[in-house]
């Protein structure tokens, strides 16, 4: 419970999902992609970089191969969530 207790924080899941890609973002980057303001990213990124989930190498931040784990971990859900989004659009005729 303690991973979705740190997942469940604003903004957490959207900073890892920010990093999928792998090249490193510095803060400014991250900040923009993640349309957060500097001090919940300061304070989420402390949060990840705790769990290991993230880590910094000079040039940005970037997910470290736990962080690489937890998203193949979470492919079954954004998947469910995808089609989820996609049927509640169709019933609300969007």
Request: glycine share 10%; hydrophobic share 45%; charged share 25%.
């Amino acid at each position: 419970m303690v991973a979705l207790d740190l997942l469940g924080r604003r903004g957490a899941l959207r900073i890892l999902w920010e990093l999928r890609h792998g090249a490193p973002m510095t803060f400014r980057v991250l900040q923009a992609a993640a349309e957060t303001n500097p001090a919940l990213l300061n304070t989420r990124l402390a949060d990840l970089r705790g769990a290991r989930l993230i880590g910094h190498d000079g040039d940005g931040y970037l997910l470290t191969p736990v962080g690489k784990q937890l998203l193949v971990a979470l492919r079954p859900f954004s998947e469910w969530a995808r089609k989820w989004g996609t049927e509640q659009r169709r019933r609300q005729g969007t």
